[in-house]
C-alpha cells in the first residue's frame, strides 16, 4: 500500500488490516491453466515486474 500512500489514494479497511505469517502464507495459481503452482511470498518476489501508474477506482452499490 505504500504506493497507494505515495499517490495520497484513501484506503478503506472495512474490517480492519489482516495479519499474515508471511512464512507460511501460500498463493495458488490453478483454473483453466497449464501449470498450477503454489507459490510463497519469497518465489514471488523473485517473479519478474514492471510498474504502472494507474488510478484504480471502485464504486459499490451507487453511481457517481
Same mark, same amino acid.
Given at each position: 500500500? /505504500?504506493? %497507494?500512500?505515495? %499517490?495520497? $489514494?484513501? $484506503?478503506? =479497511?472495512?474490517? #480492519?488490516?489482516?495479519? $499474515?505469517? $508471511?512464512?507460511?502464507?501460500? %498463493?495458488?495459481? #490453478? #483454473? %483453466? +491453466?497449464?501449470?498450477?503452482?503454489? =507459490?510463497?511470498?519469497?518465489? +514471488?518476489?523473485?517473479?519478474? @515486474?514492471?510498474?504502472?501508474?494507474?488510478?484504480?477506482?471502485?464504486? @459499490? #452499490?451507487? /453511481?457517481?
Amino acid at each position: 500500500m /505504500s504506493r %497507494l500512500t505515495d %499517490l495520497r $489514494v484513501p $484506503v478503506f =479497511l472495512a474490517e #480492519g488490516k489482516p495479519s $499474515v505469517d $508471511v512464512a507460511t502464507w501460500r %498463493l495458488q495459481v #490453478g #483454473g %483453466l +491453466i497449464d501449470n498450477p503452482r503454489t =507459490l510463497s511470498l519469497a518465489e +514471488i518476489k523473485t517473479l519478474p @515486474s514492471s510498474r504502472v501508474d494507474a488510478r484504480l477506482t471502485s464504486v @459499490s #452499490g451507487w /453511481s457517481v
